[in-house]
């Protein structure tokens, strides 16, 4: 079980890192780098969100994946002011008002939590694929409990993305995570899972635009098991489902992507790279379900060397045991 907990925060800080300089657009990115990204770059000084950011460095993906984890830690559980002291814990700490990545809806959020208004409302308007990005440690602790990576998903999500659209994201990738940690579960039976953790969580949360993530999921699959080349597929992907900001998009891309790559970490991150847009939040939530699937034996020791060399703050054995002693619990 430590292993797959380990693998799965190993994949969440693959994915964010790996995909995080791709360009806005798959033919951008492709001509950019002179055909797929097949190593840790560092953002290119033109992108308008990860300029100067490190080879193998982490974005907001995995640093509020990490703040949400410690807090539950050291909480025993899940609640919405937990996950609002560590989003809090997080912005401080990247002197977020000066930060080109924080998210809208994290940033409205949070200027309206440091406000003293109530976490209520405070999440209302969060449409965006900020909660899902992060939810990766809530899967962890829940294997093979769907209903209880659900239930905690949502309470995550309330301070910051508290819509019907957004909590049904962040759900169906805890509950692909949650089933994809119990050994011997098939690709299917995590994608099912997902499409029935989102459908799940939209019954949460104030009714907002969006499209339903849970057929986003079923149309990614259908797009990236289609008889066409790599970048076809992806390119297909990117016109039809979309690697934007939206939450059905990003999350349907990132279900499409770990089929695409039969649930492979690293192939994942490739992928997802290479399908541009929101590419890292895609490739964190992507490779985080490979990585609690397949363990952290999948992993390349290099990539992990890079990670934790490059993110030197972040713990991973720690919070792996963290996590380990919340799932036992």
Known sequence: MLLKILGGLYGQALGDAWAMPALLKPQDTWERYGGWITEFLPGPADHPVHYGLAAGQITDDTEQAFSLAKVFIEEGKVTPEGAARAVINWYDMIDGDNTPYVGPSTRRAVAAIKAGQSLDVTGRMGDTNGAAMRVSPIGL?????????????????????????????????????????????????????????????????????????????????????????????????????????????????????????????????????????????????????????KGAGAFEQEIIDTLRKVNSDYDFDQVAQGLLTLAQA
């Open 141 to 293: 602790i829940h294997p093979g409990d769907l209903e209880g990576a659900v239930r905690d998903a949502h309470l995550s999500c309330i301070p910051t993305h508290n819509t019907d659209v957004a909590i049904s994201g962040a759900c169906a990738v805890a509950g692909a995570i949650a089933v994809a940690m119990v050994d011997g579960t098939t690709i299917d039976e995590i994608i099912a899972a997902g499409m029935k953790a989102a459908d799940m969580g939209r019954k949460f949360g104030y009714t907002w635009i969006g499209a339903s993530v849970s057929r986003r999921i079923e149309m990614a699959v259908e797009i990236t098991r289609r008889d066409m080349g790599d970048r076809e597929r992806l390119q297909e992907l990117y016109d039809v489902i979309g690697t934007t900001l939206a939450i059905p998009d990003s999350v349907g891309s990132a279900f499409g992507i770990f089929v695409m790559a039969e649930g492979d970490p690293k192939q994942c991150a490739i992928y997802a790279a290479q399908a541009s847009g929101d590419a890292d939040t895609v490739a964190a939530m992507a490779c985080a379900i490979a990585g609690a699937w």
